[in-house]
């Protein structure tokens, strides 16, 4: 497809380069044209901030859906991250019903936790609608926590291949297609991505920086999308992304005191050369 357009549905938060502020830029530079809907307005992402403001958006979205029925508009992908709320979920799922292209991928980032713990404001019964949009999903990519919530498997930073395999099967459970599952180490000092797809495992193996940064999931997600709509395959997609995050890790450890985003745009003509090979 020449010139694809998707659909990405998160939040914005003004200041914290995550959501939407890192989703427009990143897959617009793959040469996608990228449609939005803000899910909810903050001044900065939750992760680290004290007293960010929340404009909650969710009843907007099913107006700005039926307008897009009415104009013909429909979308080549859908892509969704951090969303503020269970109805979210149900409204996102009626967006898929009506305004998807047939053979467009659904790509579910189920952005709700990290290191062992849910995110600010999410609950069990967060837990369970995600698993439900899960389920409807062509692409999820969940981090280990994410994927321990979402298959009800103890969190553990010890862990083996037969693990990873048990929380395989129990997302595909779930009803979702194929699993991209990022941040997965079994040897120290390095890390990776597990792709399983049609019922294949594969692992894309690359360095692990100790300097983590908030954000990197959402720059992942992001470069993920770009090379799938591209035409790519799981597996160069996600290891294309993989490599983009490392490259913006490196350049964030140049900065003093940045602690609550990636420094992904000077990294973006790296991108843009591997997305176009
Ligand atoms: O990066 C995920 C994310 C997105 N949006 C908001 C967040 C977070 C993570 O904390 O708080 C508002």
């Given at each position: 497809m020449a010139y694809p357009k998707i659909l990405t549905i998160q939040d914005i938060s003004c200041v914290g380069q995550c959501s939407l502020t890192v989703a427009l830029p990143v897959i617009s530079a793959c040469g996608i044209e990228t449609c939005i809907l803000p899910s909810a307005v903050l001044s900065t992402h939750t992760g680290g901030f004290e007293g960010f403001t929340f404009r909650d958006l969710t009843e907007d979205m099913p107006s700005i859906n039926a307008h897009w029925q009415k104009e013909g508009i429909a979308f080549d992908g859908i892509y969704t991250g951090y969303?503020?709320?269970?109805k979210q979920i149900d409204y996102v799922k009626d967006i898929i019903a009506t305004v998807k292209?047939?053979?467009a991928p659904v790509i579910v980032d189920p952005a709700m936790a990290d290191h062992g713990k849910l995110y600010f404001g999410f609950d069990d019964e967060f837990?369970?609608?995600?698993?439900?949009?899960?389920?409807e999903a062509d692409y999820i990519l969940p981090n280990i926590t994410e994927a321990c919530f979402l298959t009800d498997i103890p969190y553990t930073e010890e862990y083996d291949r037969e693990f990873i395999d048990n929380i395989l099967a129990k997302l595909?459970?779930?009803?979702?297609k194929n699993v991209i599952l990022t941040g997965i180490s079994?040897?120290?000092g390095t890390t990776g991505i597990v792709v399983f797809e049609n019922g294949e495992y594969s692992y894309y193996e690359h360095a692990f920086l100790p300097n983590s940064c908030h954000g990197t999931g959402d720059i992942y997600a992001s470069?993920?999308?770009?090379?799938?709509i591209r035409g790519k395959s799981a597996f160069d997609s996600a290891s294309l992304a993989a490599d983009y995050v490392v490259?913006?890790?490196?350049?964030?450890?140049?900065e003093e005191n940045h602690w609550y985003g990636a420094k992904f745009e000077p990294v973006?003509?790296?991108?843009?050369?591997r997305i176009n090979k």
């Open positions: 969303l503020g709320s269970t292209k047939a053979d837990v369970s609608a995600m698993k439900q949009l899960c389920g595909i459970e779930l009803g979702c079994y040897k120290e470069a993920f999308v770009g090379g799938l490259e913006c890790i490196k350049a964030t450890a140049e973006l003509p790296y991108l843009i050369e």
